[in-house]
DNA sequence: TAGTGGTCTAGACCACTTC
DNA sequence: AAGTGGTCTAGACCACTAA
């Protein structure tokens, strides 16, 4: 009846930790015992045993770090991402800051690393959404953004480049037009910010989300696509993510349409 | 730099196929070669070519079949989950079929098997959703819906016993309650519902989901909480659902608060 | 019955971490 | 230098599919 054999050495040795690590013998952080001494203990080969291992590591229940052993994997604490994020007192005091100097607590809460502004042609998704015509030049600003020291997810937002020529938005430094910023900056220009659509998906990583949100094997991503719109329907922005799923859950309250 | 060593011979060939599958060599459905061969064509050993099409299968890039081959995945059409989903206008039309005989053709559009209606102990979560004392009892309406012969999804739903007492809600039939008919039940008691609060989670199945959902290995899911709350904010019905990542997207759309 | 995927062993070598 | 994870080989056996 079952397509796959569950059965085997390996699984059995990997079912046997994944208990151990869910009533808590094995704590978050704390090392599995190597793989040699697993194929040992279980009078297996170390190749049965290293499977084992990498059953777990799929599952994302460990990590294992070459050359040092198998840890059961941390949990970092999951943020949530409500409408809030967006709300329009959070960008007054962004901007405010941004009018300051660096204080050199920006990585505090939300640190940006790797940010980066270009002035790119308009893939077909990105000139539907703007509505320009494809290949026609779009300014592209792109970040990772981190939380703790790891990447948590990034995110790569698309304008219209006559609209905000000009403005911090083209500032390539940290911090500069991050958060709501951009939202304020839009605002002077005469185009606020209205509503947000979103879409999200997930899907496993590709192997360059993999390497740049260090993401352990088996852990799947979220994909976040938003249109950010004035109050005539306007799209300002348009910008899509990668998230790493572990790290986030999102939120929504809407009311039933007619 | 980089911590995993991406290269060696099952790498490689994973690579290879990888490309193959994107650029059309490779059409969806159509079978690859048997692992013995690809051993023979590169070179290595039998267990590095199981390796590489271990490697595609946990990127949910093939499916196996035991016995049979591995094969390019087919893609289902995705569907997009948007607030009108849970329009008032889809309610009548659900429930004048409802009032009606089986007419046979359920199946069509989204089928519903496997309904079950129990009445257990609340859980934390359920008593906190719905304001009772925890392991309270309520009642339980958990299904699995499919589409095109295949499971997409589950869905369990809870309600307060005393306000489904007597109701359709009650009958384990499959296509009674389902889709919004619930909700127009819920306005027959004077509880129409008027607001939707959704929270949205990936993370990798267990076992038991891979099970029900016949998930290929590699495939996430997204864990998909919602509150259905009166015009006074009363949770009238609270639901969680497993959902196939590959299957779905969500759409949400919200003004930007103040 | 032949073909195919899944698994395992025993031994080997390499790459990285830790001391 | 010692310990550890990652990978590979060559051969073997089992489980399942398809004809």
Do not use: C
């Amino acid at each position: 009846m079952s397509p796959e054999p569950q059965t085997g050495p390996a699984n059995r040795i990997a079912a046997e930790l994944r208990a151990a690590i869910a009533d808590g013998r094995y704590q978050p952080g704390a090392q599995l015992p190597p793989v040699r001494d697993l194929a040992k203990q279980y009078g297996v080969s170390r190749n049965t045993a290293a499977k084992a291992i990498n059953i777990l590591r799929t599952e994302g229940a460990i990590v294992t770090r070459y050359g040092s052993g198998a840890y059961v994997r941390e949990s970092h604490p999951i943020r949530t991402l409500g409408p809030d994020r967006y709300a329009r007192s959070k960008w007054q005091e962004t901007r405010v800051r941004a009018h300051g100097e660096d204080d050199g607590r920006e990585k505090e809460q939300q640190g940006t690393q790797a940010q980066e502004v270009e002035i790119v042609p308009a893939e077909e998704d990105v000139a539907v959404a703007l509505g320009v015509p494809i290949a026609s030049l779009v300014v592209e600003r792109s970040r990772t953004v981190f939380r703790d020291g790891l990447p948590t997810h990034t995110m790569v937002s698309y304008y219209r480049p006559e609209e905000v020529r000009d403005t911090p938005i083209m500032d390539d430094r940290p911090g500069m037009a991050g958060r709501g910023g951009s939202f304020a900056i839009l605002t002077d220009l005469g185009l606020a910010p209205q509503d947000v659509d979103e879409k999200l998906k997930a899907r496993m990583p590709t192997t360059d989300e993999v390497d740049v949100l260090r993401l352990p094997p088996g852990e799947p991503v979220v994909e976040l696509t938003r249109w950010i719109k004035t109050a005539e329907g306007y799209v300002v922005e348009y910008a899509k993510g990668v998230h790493a799923a572990s790290r986030f859950e999102w939120l929504y309250s809407f009311p039933i349409p007619d």
